[in-house]
């Protein structure tokens, strides 16, 4: 039961981002190696099976490729790369989530292990201050299970590795 007055994955007209107060939230559940993470799903469109990509020569080693999505290319970014440096592993519960990353911008990212979805209210989660300017994109830190979870905020991820590379012609929000 929820309390009284909250609402699940919803964000009325006062609720602004960083602004959830009593709003139990949804949240896409992951582990990369023995971490838990998690995305507030307001950012996914769709979760997909890994499909086959077209490589890009001379990118980033982060970016694994592009995908078609529904008739438009898109990005398509592996999320172990960039925090564990290491190549995703191929595994049953391994997907490219879809994502809005801010300014128009789609992309995918290929996560492992994905557990599934948890609910949390914005007072669940604590600020550890843990990010620096290369890792602005680690958010607040919360406890289920006496698991400790990271969020990650999508946007701040994709503005930070992303910002600086050339948009390819013809990609989703370039």
């Not at 949804?26 to 996914?44: G, R, S």
């Not at 995918?108 to 669940?124: C, F, P, R």
């Not at 890792?135 to 006496?146: C, G, M, P, V």
Request: glycine share 6%; aromatic share 6%.
């Amino acid at each position: 039961m929820l309390p009284k007055g909250c609402k699940v994955g919803f964000r009325n007209s006062k609720s602004t981002p960083g602004n959830h107060e009593g709003i139990i939230m949804l949240y896409l559940q992951f582990k990369l190696d023995n971490e838990e993470y998690a995305l507030d799903t307001v950012h996914v469109i769709e979760i997909t099976p890994v499909v086959d990509l077209k490589p890009v020569p001379k990118c980033e080693d982060f970016i694994v490729g592009i995908m078609n999505y529904r008739g438009t290319p898109i990005p398509v970014i592996d999320l172990s790369r960039i925090l564990l440096d290491r190549e995703f592993s191929r595994n049953i519960s391994t997907r490219i989530v879809i994502t809005h990353a801010g300014n128009g911008r789609i992309v995918g990212l290929i996560i492992e292990h994905i557990e599934g979805t948890i609910k949390k209210s914005d007072a669940d989660f604590v600020n550890v201050n843990t990010a620096s300017d290369t890792t602005s994109y680690l958010d607040k830190i919360t406890i289920d299970n006496k698991n400790m979870i990271q969020t990650i905020h999508v946007e701040k991820l994709i503005n930070d590795k992303m910002s600086s590379l050339t948009p390819l012609q013809g990609m989703a929000g370039a």
